[in-house]
């Protein structure tokens, strides 16, 4: 059985901050919590998130400190498992400039008459804007595609410094993505960070289901892999375009975005066919910044031999062009892979799963062009020119 990770789903604005839903808090309201390292105390004051994890609250420093901000978070919770990562994470991702930073890690004894329970505390960065589905709910609008390129790209920075060492994030949802000055975004909650011990990745069994992929959810797909967290910067793409967090991105919806062709087929690659996503985070910045090349026509002097596939909408019907192919002496195949040598292609077809120049067959070709496969494209006249030779003749 699925063991679902859930946090607050809820806030509401109250001067500035964001407040969750009315619950049991694990310490009081203006509570004094000092970590026995550092000496530095913590004064607790608004409950702003919770979850599986525990509480989150607004907190003020009490004590000097050059390198803790005097208004920042303190993170409780009675689970020392998810403890110790997010400290451990925090130590490592501590100079990142897009990681939520923690400052301070420390247990801390609560006292009622003759029982002691352990809470574990962590000092954290405060996002001013909170959370980016608490934002987008409160905002209203989607993010320009210029703003979410470049904010998405430094998410992506973080992760890609976990898949490099073999770790898989897991939870990269809009609750764990936080806005702060400048509307700028950074990564938090390191709680259920695994590390992978070969590239079948990790099995998955605790998950947010707002953006886990539905092959995990249902089982189908019983290992979750950094194609997988990849899904999940797909949906936060699509979300920031949308400029709403609360449902996910289908790939039906991927072509109504307000968006160019070249971040619609990069968020269709995200959350489309499993095989067929970005593989690392890496891949993806590279995606983000680096536009592909036009699709033009190539040189062609015989069909004889080549393994063809067609797309678009053609002037005749495709039994007619597939008949003529093999006339020529070509193999035809229903689309793409990776035995395909030529595609040739008719008028774009306006319903296109994400634009003019990225149908599925289209985003196929430049998948399997980036892996090093030769795909030569032909334009319609092209074909019906070469397919008009003998299929001796060169």
């Not at 939520?100 to 801390?108: G, L, Q, S």
Request: hydrophobic share 40%; with cysteine.
């Amino acid at each position: 059985m699925l063991n679902h990770h859930f946090q607050a789903t809820t806030r509401t604005a109250t001067h500035g901050h964001f407040a969750a839903p009315r619950a049991d808090r694990l310490v009081a309201d203006d509570e004094l919590v000092v970590s026995p390292e550092t000496r530095i105390g913590y004064r607790v004051g608004l409950l702003v998130g919770q979850g599986g994890f525990g509480q989150v609250y607004l907190a003020t420093r009490v004590g000097r400190s050059s390198a803790i901000p005097e208004t920042l978070c303190i993170k409780v919770s009675p689970h020392i498992g998810g403890w110790l990562r997010e400290a451990y994470f925090g130590q490592l991702l501590d100079d990142h400039p897009r990681a939520i930073r923690v400052f301070d890690a420390f247990p801390h004894p609560q006292v009622d008459g003759r029982s002691t329970r352990m809470l574990y505390c962590l000092a954290i960065e405060y996002a001013r804007h909170g959370d980016l589905s608490a934002f987008l709910q409160r905002d209203g609008r989607g993010w320009t595609e210029s703003a979410t390129r470049r904010e998405i790209a430094g998410i992506l920075q973080v992760l890609g410094k976990l898949h490099r060492g073999q770790m898989l994030h897991r939870d990269l949802t809009p609750l764990n993505v936080f806005v702060c000055d400048g509307r700028r975004l950074k990564l938090g909650d390191f709680g259920i960070v695994r590390q992978q011990s070969d590239q079948r990745g990790i099995t998955a069994r605790t998950m947010n289901t707002l953006t886990a992929p539905s092959e995990i959810i249902a089982g189908a797909a019983p290992k979750w892999q950094a194609r997988d967290d990849v899904y999940q910067v797909g949906q936060l793409v699509g979300m920031l375009i949308r400029g709403d967090a609360r449902t996910r991105i289908r790939t039906p919806h991927v072509r109504t975005l307000p968006c160019s062709d070249h971040l619609k087929e990069i968020i269709y690659r995200c959350i489309g066919e499993r095989r067929k996503r970005y593989e690392s985070a890496d891949d993806l910045i590279h995606a983000l910044t680096h536009p592909p090349a036009p699709f033009s026509a190539g040189v062609l002097r015989t069909l004889k031999g080549v393994h063809l596939a067609f797309t678009g909408i053609l002037t005749k019907t495709r039994n007619e062009a597939a008949r003529a192919a093999r006339r020529a002496g070509a193999f035809v195949h229903s689309g793409p892979s990776v035995r395909t040598s030529v595609v040739v292609r008719g008028r774009p077809n306006p319903t296109q799963a994400a634009g003019r120049d990225a149908g599925l067959k289209l985003m196929e070709i430049r998948r399997l062009r980036e892996k090093g496969h030769k795909i030569i494209l032909l334009n319609e006249t092209q074909f019906w020119r070469l397919a008009a030779r003998p299929s001796g003749r060169r």
